[in-house]
């Protein structure tokens, strides 16, 4: 009794020791590599240890330090791009500009759009920006209106120089209730000053003050002619066929001979050129002729 019992203690203390080895090249592991799961967990016997699979897929050594992930998962590729965020200060895709801010009158809008005339607007480089494309009183270039009037006083050679008749212009412009009076200038030279030197020279049509157009712009209005005379003073009146101080040839430079009463400080017998308020040729700048500076005569008023 004593021998059975002793063979059967070492036939269990053998059944122990049996272990199934892990062939690292067999099916089992390329099963598993290609994606398949074992429903069995494969343990291998290496240095003595026992390693074992566990249900997620991977495989420990326990003691060794070694470990061996196996994965019988892929996850798919997720999209992080995120949608376009204007006002974000990068330029993405459906953005033609991206600055930033919140002002709509810089180099980019709100919309993330570049400025452009019509757009409502005022962006740079534009005057007005009414959101149409009609000469309005803001044309189709985003410049605005200028008034231009014959002033409703006459007066004397002598305006005090140029910057007399720039004071007068702008008088005339204040009674009338112009804003911006302090921006009308006079149609007259001297021999250091003229309106092709010292005006702005406007993209934007030159109107009466009742919306009469008497040119497109600036290049219209120094081609020669006008589309309409300068026949209105600045309060509505029509002042027709009236004498108007200027030395000045319809392009805007002094006149060649130079008739300017002594730099319009006289008003004596010497001559002034002027010209004549009911032209639309040539001779509404320059009449073709003078009047001596003791004669009253009006000033055309442009504004700037």
């Not at 897929?57 to 892929?74: D, F, L, P, R």
Request: with cysteine; hydrophobic share 25%; net charge negative.
């Amino acid at each position: 009794m004593f021998l059975v019992g002793c063979q059967a203690e070492a036939a269990s203390q053998e059944a122990l020791e049996i272990t199934v080895t892990w062939d690292s090249e067999s099916e089992s592991m390329s099963e598993v590599g290609s994606g398949s799961e074992s429903e069995t967990e494969p343990t291998s016997m290496t240095g003595g240890e026992t390693t074992t699979g566990g249900p997620d897929g991977t495989m420990s050594e326990s003691e060794s330090g070694t470990t061996t992930a196996m994965s019988s998962t892929t996850s798919d590729p997720t999209n992080t791009s995120e949608p376009a965020d204007c006002g974000d200060g990068q330029v993405q895709v459906g953005e033609q500009c991206d600055d930033g801010n919140d002002e709509n009158s810089d180099e980019c809008t709100n919309a993330c759009l570049l400025p452009m005339c019509g757009d409502g607007f005022v962006g740079p480089n534009e005057e007005c920006d009414d959101g149409n494309q009609k000469d309005d009183g803001c044309n189709t270039a985003c410049a605005r209106d200028r008034v231009v009037f014959v002033s409703s006083e006459a007066y004397f050679g002598d305006l005090s120089g140029i910057d007399g008749a720039i004071n007068r212009c702008r008088e005339r412009a204040l009674e009338a209730g112009f804003e911006n009076a302090i921006d009308f200038r006079p149609w007259i030279s001297g021999s250091e000053y003229s309106p092709s030197t010292h005006f702005f020279k406007s993209e934007g049509r030159y109107v009466l003050v009742d919306g009469t157009k008497v040119a497109d712009n600036w290049n219209d209005l120094v081609d020669g002619g006008l589309e309409a005379p300068i026949d209105m003073d600045e309060s509505g009146q029509l002042l027709d066929g009236v004498s108007v101080w200027t030395n000045t040839v319809p392009w805007g430079e002094q006149h060649p001979d130079m008739a300017h009463c002594s730099e319009w400080t006289s008003d004596d017998l010497e001559p002034g050129q002027f010209g004549k308020s009911n032209y639309t040729d040539e001779r509404w700048s320059a009449f073709g002729d003078t009047i001596p500076c003791a004669l009253p005569a009006h000033l055309y008023c442009f504004e700037q």
